[in-house]
T-cell receptor, first 115, second 111 residues
Framework: AQSVTQPDIHITVSEGASLELRCNYS??????LFWYVQSPGQGLQLLLK??????LVQGIKGFEAEFKRSQSSFNLRKPSVHWSDAAEYFC?????????????FGTGTRLQVFP | NAGVTQTPKFRVLKTGQSMTLLCAQD?????MYWYRQDPGMGLRLIHY???????AKGEVPDGYNVSRLKKQNFLLGLESAAPSQTSVYFC??????????FGPGTRLTVT
């Protein structure tokens, strides 16, 4: 069965530092991968998505993610974190290649940013 | 253009009571979803719909029912609430399966 693992429950970084949030997936075919962000008390917002092609994808708010098939990973990165990036981040994968109308979410990584 | 709205924002129920959560979207989306979010468990899909008049079970459907009588509305019902249904409920919609637009959530407490 498809699954998504986010190994880090909570990450703390200083403002201006670089950031990498880890995501590993289990999927039999070419995955459709997503990163969503949830600010406190809000719903989720799509940051970026990967379907095919260039393995480095750019998203909103200065985020990027790299798809590495050999490592089954889709890590989210940002070169310089801002205090407003404090939020919870969710990685997600489409349920299957023939059932792409559902997403499977990871358990999330909470990002705390210190000034 | 309000996007995805959810009613109510907060609710407290006693065990055994029933209630309906309303999700409305004004983007003419075909797909709509109900999730629950619990600490350390991410989002889990309860039910979803791929079009008006259709519904399907997700990962955790037990204890919930849904209806999609109108394209813009997706209702989630709890017939007999249990403390295990204390959670934050999110609705989402999309025109294709890939970019889901989320509502602000409903915080439900069952005592």
């Amino acid at each position: 069965a498809q699954s998504v693992t986010q190994p880090d429950i909570h990450i703390t970084v200083s403002e201006g530092a670089s950031l990498e949030l880890r995501c590993n997936y289990s999927y039999g075919a070419t995955p459709y991968l997503f990163w969503y962000v949830q600010s406190p008390g809000q719903g989720l917002q799509l940051l970026l998505k990967y379907f095919s092609g260039d393995t480095l994808v750019q998203g909103i708010k200065g985020f990027e993610a790299e798809f590495k098939r050999s490592q089954s990973s889709f890590n989210l990165r940002k070169p310089s974190v801002h205090w407003s990036d404090a939020a919870e981040y969710f990685c997600a994968v489409a349920a299957s290649s023939y059932n792409t109308d559902k997403l499977i979410f990871g358990t999330g990584t909470r990002l705390q940013v210190f000034p | 253009n309000a996007g995805v709205t959810q009613t109510p924002k907060f609710r407290v129920l006693k065990t055994g009571q029933s209630m309906t959560l309303l999700c409305a979207q004004d983007m003419n989306h075909e797909y709509m979803y109900w999730y629950r979010q619990d600490p350390g468990m991410g989002l889990r899909l309860i039910h979803y719909s791929v079009g008006e008049g259709t519904t399907a079970k997700g990962e955790v459907p037990d204890g919930y029912n849904v209806s999609r009588l109108k394209k813009q509305n997706f209702l989630l019902g709890l017939e007999s609430a249990a403390p295990s249904q204390t959670s934050v409920y999110f609705c989402a919609s999309t025109f294709d399966p890939y970019e889901q637009y989320f509502g602000p959530g409903t915080r439900l407490t069952v005592t």
